[in-house]
């Protein structure tokens, strides 16, 4: 089986709201798979179902081949995006507590729960109150409880909500351990930049429904809009040469640097005709730089959210 999770045609409906219309998704296992959508778009509402808070009114959903059951619980790790510790419960008491939960031993979990406090250098937090931690510090905790019992499925909702720079780096590189390790992982973030840095597949929901998913490599690729970044050597007067080149080709911004007679531009080409321009330039002026514009991962969830609406 290639897939942790499958979802046929899920529906869910609270009255006359619709939070999700006839969802399909496979989540290959192995793979850190990026839920995205604009805040109300019903990723909070699919997460809740996998996890069964609550229960879809159509549709299917499979789990590592199964049709999805209360005994799947234990397999799957959940980060949701609003903490849930108490506050005024020791740190290790807690850990211990929601490990047990999870169905783990209480030697078990302390063993654990030492090795991932030793490698978050968290060690000295055992006994503090979860009160006097900063809302990162917590985050930290949170994290650890959610993936002590190994689950195969980890879903992790604005992971990086709370911490510094540094720390949000550190559990970055958590995460891409898990999924070296075998754990499957879906992600979901506003964060675009964290998209790119970790998905390697995303699937775009919209007011309750898919409107895009597949690899993420393969998306870019089909975004792709012929535009290019060029970068000449010119002899002569930047502004003469570029008007020569507004004559023949579509110029969407452009910039000469007098210093190092160099005539940056960007350019958007009809399909096919890359080397015709290669061949074209390169007769007029040494080209120093030629670099396609690949569309980026926020680009393409503005473009995409922004034509669907314009369609409705």
């Known amino acids: ?34 839920l995205l959508g604009p805040n109300g778009a019903g990723k909070t509402t699919f997460i809740r179902i996998i996890n069964q808070i609550i229960y879809q009114d159509a549709g299917e959903v499979i789990f590592d081949g199964q049709p999805l059951a209360p005994e799947h619980i234990s397999y ?3 980060l949701p995006e609003e903490r849930g510790l108490y506050k005024s419960m020791k740190v290790g008491e807690q ?17 654990r729960l030492e090795y991932w406090f030793d490698r978050l250098q968290i060690g ?12 990162g510090m917590a985050q930290k905790i949170q994290f650890i409880v959610t993936v002590l019992h190994e689950p195969k499925l980890l879903i992790f909702d604005e992971p990086f909500s709370g911490f510094d720079p540094i720390n949000a780096n550190i559990i ?14 879906i992600f979901s973030t506003h964060r675009m930049e964290s998209v790119e840095e970790l998905c390697e597949y995303i699937a775009l929901i919209h007011k309750s429904e898919k409107i895009l998913d597949g690899r993420l490599s393969e998306i870019k690729k089909a975004y792709k809009n012929n535009i290019f970044n060029v970068g000449l050597q010119v002899e002569q007067d930047g502004s003469v040469f570029l008007k020569m080149l507004e004559d ?34 390169s007769k007029k002026a040494n ?21 669907k609406d314009n369609d409705r």
Request: glycine share 4%; charged share 25%.
């Open 1 to 34: 089986m290639d897939d942790i999770l499958v979802a046929n045609n899920v529906s869910k409906a609270y009255g006359d709201y619709t939070a999700l219309n006839n969802i399909s998704l496979k989540i290959p296992k192995n793979c850190i798979y990026g």
């Open 76 to 78: 799957i790790g959940y």
């Open 95 to 111: 850990a211990l507590y929601l490990a047990q939960l999870k169905g783990l031993s209480k030697h078990e979990a302390k063993k």
């Open 124 to 135: 000295d937090w055992w006994n503090k109150k979860i009160q006097e931690l900063s809302k």
């Open 172 to 185: 970055k590189d958590e995460i891409l351990q898990l999924k070296e390790k075998g754990t499957s992982i």
């Open 248 to 281: 023949k080709f579509n110029i969407l911004s452009s910039h000469f640097d007098a210093d190092e007679n160099q005539l940056n531009f960007t350019l958007q080409l009809p399909s096919n005709h890359t080397s015709d321009i290669i061949v074209e330039l």
């Open 287 to 307: 080209i120093n730089r030629f670099e396609e514009t690949i569309p980026s991962a926020n680009d393409i969830f503005i473009q995409t959210v922004n034509q």
